[in-house]
């Protein structure tokens, strides 16, 4: 099922070649850069929506609504999503996790496109 891609995004300056990146989940670097997420253990800024393709272009970054995102294993409808080691979404039970939403179009596998509302917390 299809929902509708409504939401809020902002444009950081990418901190590298983010061009095969697209609907990764996504950090703010220290240096105020949209960066890969790698890992349960950082809460997210949100979801890389286009390609750019070098430092400093601009990254547009969902923020808040629904997403796509990429999944790096199957996940289920309602469950809770967090970061694997490349940025893609996996489902998480484990305590103090960065939760980036809960997805609402699950995937069957790694590199599967699914849904998620968007939403940062701790588990």
């Known amino acids: 099922m299809a929902v509708t891609q409504e939401g809020i995004d902002i444009t950081l300056p990418a901190a590298a070649d983010l061009s095969t990146y697209q609907h990764r989940l996504m950090l703010v670097d220290d240096n105020g850069r949209g960066t ?9 800024v949100g979801i890389l929506q286009n390609k ?7 990254a547009a970054i969902r923020v808040a609504g629904v997403s796509k995102y990429i999944g790096g294993a199957g996940q289920n409808e309602r469950g809770l999503v967090t970061s694997n080691t490349e940025g893609m979404g996996v489902a998480t039970t484990t305590a ?12 069957s596998s790694s590199l599967d496109v699914g849904q998620m509302l968007m939403m940062f917390f701790r588990y």
């Open 36 to 44: 890969l997420a790698l890992g349960s253990g950082t809460i997210g």
């Open 96 to 107: 103090g996790a960065a939760i980036w939403g809960q997805s609402i179009v699950g995937t």
């Open 52 to 58: 750019p393709a070098a430092i400093n272009r601009g």
